[in-house]
């Protein structure tokens, strides 16, 4: 079975500190797909990043990066000096292989970023 | 390049009755997946459709239903409404089914059943 741990509920953070969300995932697949999405106060999913199993080259996109280790079975997600435009609910979500389709969404993680 | 357009954006319902929702993809998106998203259970997984056939479906009743057209366009409907059925129903497109590449999601339809 699939699923995608995100043991932080809430995280509420001071404008330009760095903030960490964690994610774990569980799946039998060799080839899996792990995705972060941000939804904003207006509901709309937002596509952050997408990583396949066999890349794990840690990203950095701006202000934001993600570190993937498959030894512990990780895909965090770091924003370094955060902004206020950063509130959000940040979703980190594990797709399997081609016959095993379905999107399996971690709960969830609401940060808020004070001014 | 137009995103995911849902219609309508709002819907209030009464208990026993059906619904359709409306899920246009991304000009060239072939693959469709429809979400329920509710406080208590999260985002959850309602189906995929992918060249108008129904690819995978997720863990929900037979009252949840949905198709896919010729020109990609979804919909979904839902029989005999029930109040816990009330939820932000969102659509995702992709260019092919499976994960090789990223969904994109519209705003969702909020359904509120009385």
């Known amino acids: 079975a699939q699923k995608v741990t995100q043991a932080q509920t809430e995280i509420s953070v001071v404008e330009k500190e760095d903030v960490t969300l964690d994610c774990v995932y569980e799946?039998?697949?060799?080839?899996?797909?792990l995705f972060w999405y941000k939804q904003p106060p207006s509901g709309e999913l937002v596509f952050l990043i997408r990583?396949?199993?066999?890349?794990?080259q840690n990203e950095i996109s701006g202000r934001y990066s993600w570190n993937f280790q498959k030894s512990t079975s990780s895909f965090n997600f770091t924003i370094t000096a955060s902004q206020v435009v950063d509130s959000a609910v940040y979703f980190c979500?594990?797709?399997?292989?081609?016959?095993?389709?379905?999107?399996?969404f971690g709960a969830g993680t609401r940060l808020t970023v004070k001014p | 390049k137009a995103g995911v357009t849902q219609t309508p954006r709002y819907l209030i319902k009464t208990r026993g009755q059906q619904v359709t929702l409306s899920c246009s993809p991304i000009s060239g998106h072939r693959s469709v997946s429809w979400y329920q998203q509710t406080p208590g259970q999260g985002l959850q997984f309602l189906f995929e459709?992918?060249?108008?056939?129904?690819?995978n479906k997720g863990n929900f009743p037979g009252r949840f239903s949905g198709r896919q057209f010729s020109n990609s366009r979804s919909e979904m409907n839902v029989s005999t409404l029930e109040l816990g059925d009330s939820a932000l129903y969102l659509c995702?497109?992709?260019?092919?089914?499976?994960?090789?590449?990223?969904?994109?999601f519209g705003p969702g339809t909020r359904l509120t059943v009385t």
């Open positions: 979500a594990l797709r399997g292989d081609y016959n095993n389709n379905d999107m399996r």
């Open positions: 799946t039998r697949d060799t080839t899996y797909y």
């Open positions: 995702a497109s992709s260019l092919v089914a499976g994960g090789t590449y990223e969904q994109y």
């Open positions: 990583r396949n199993s066999f890349d794990e």
């Open positions: 459709y992918f060249s108008e056939t129904q690819r």
